[in-house]
């Protein structure tokens, strides 16, 4: 297994929200400092959990810049640059890297379905315009179009710079052939938390979770433990933890991690539309699963 460049638990960090649906940075600060202090060793900012969709550019600068401030260098933080469209994402990405970011994220280009050509040229175009490490991101239950393993591993040997991939994907196979045939110090990240321990017996390096903003501390040690060899102890706090990992996906993220984080009582605002609150009915089947876990009374 790969040293890790980033750590093992990376956290996809949710963007607060005031009551009228403005950003809400001073919340967005404390909540980056909360996950460092419970276990995540880097932060990824408006990425799908951080509702990127609905964050203009402007926004996402702004929150990107008082992450840093609030972060002051402790920890890796990681930008979400990537869009649909090339250009924008290019022009964006070198404007994000201005400010001093660790890394910056790519998606896979959702709702235009490129080609894998496309989908090479993409990820080259941004990989060749900034000097940060990229890390690809696929996820094609949103953005429809899988990015196969022979994409990322001619990805990660023609651009040094693309160091690491985020694999939603579910697939095993395909994870199990990325990490085969990828180069030395190229990493696979679990997009998904129920995947992350199987995707590290495999030799993935660790995961991007939505969990952690509830049970890191539990995460940090499952991550550690697998690592470690320890994969009863490992195996144990996954099956602990697959309920809740199931609940926070119960309907579209983040809708159910920002309830969670509500009744734990650390509220930060809710989603912006198209996205909704969770229903009684959401909430009323995810209480017990927090409740069962320690996190509320």
Known sequence: MTEPRFGRLLTAMVTPFTSDGELDLPRAQD???RLLDSGSEALVVCGTTGESPTVFYDDKLRLFEAVLEAVNGSAPIIANAGDNCTDDSVEFAQKVVKLGVDAVMAVVPYYNKPPQEGLYRHFGAIASAVDVPVIL???PGRSVV????????RLAADFENIVAV????????QIATIIDGSPLGFEVLSGNDEDTLPMMGLGATGVISVASHVVGPQLAEMLTAQAGGDHTRALKIHLELMPLFKALFMTANPIMVKKALELAGYPVGGCRLPLIPATDAQTAEL???LRRIGLIS
């Open 31 to 33: 909540l980056a400092l």
């Open 137 to 139: 991101y696929n996820i």
């Open 146 to 153: 899988n990015l196969e393993a022979a994409t990322t591993l």
């Open 166 to 173: 985020k694999e939603a994907s579910s697939n095993l196979t």
């Open 287 to 289: 209480a017990p699963i």
